[in-house]
């Protein structure tokens, strides 16, 4: 199955970004395709590198930028809620990219199964 | 011919016409999830998607008539429920027990909109494709 995430809370702050994390690894290893991660609201904060929690916790944002690499996922941060809340190229962790709602509602277009991560 | 444009559709995911329902359920203030759920319905018009919008719990609230922001200086977006019209978005769906539970009725909100029962709202979030909660 194809899927679509969209993630919509920030990372430490809320469980949502764990979940959609975890999700996306059981997905995967069961053979299914995520198309696209779609980070909105606060989960825009999923994709800074500036991020650096203390070393006995896990680190959110390297753990996608470790997904991209590994899985070829593609993790789209809105453009607008980015610039909103400070996240822009400049500060923008690997593996990510910067683009506009459009790419949701395509992913909701494209996925057989579109599955919201929030509060 | 018309195979191979049938083709290149399903290829690009061009034409595809999927019933997307945005459900909102959260006071237009105090948290941005409102404002942002209403750019994401804005953006998903202008794809030619088949849209709804769904109002429950403290969601209904954002549809309610005579917002004033000027105090909390928070832009008072509730104009733009008024301009969906104008993007073909016009099924809007309000759940009647959230309505009755604030002391509202049909008359207060800003928009023409269909009050539905929570059984009838669950039959219409069955009968979507996409739906995106916030």
Redesign the interface.
Known sequence: MKFGL?I?EGPYNHQAADTAYKFARAALAKGHEIRRVFF??DGVNNATRLTEPPQDDRHIVNRWSKLAEEGGIDLVVCV??GLRRGLVEDNLAPGFRIS???Q???A???ADR?V?F?? | MTDTRDEIDAEEGAGVVKKFMFVNRKAPYGTIYALESLEVVLISAAFDQDVSLAFLDDGVYQLVKGQDTKAIEVKNFSPTYRALEGYDVEKLYVERESLAARGLTEDDLLVPVQVVSAAEMAELMEAQDVVIGF
């Open positions: 969209l919509n909105y609201n607008a809620a506009g709602l459009g949701l509602v395509e909701g277009i494209e579109l919201v929030g509060d």
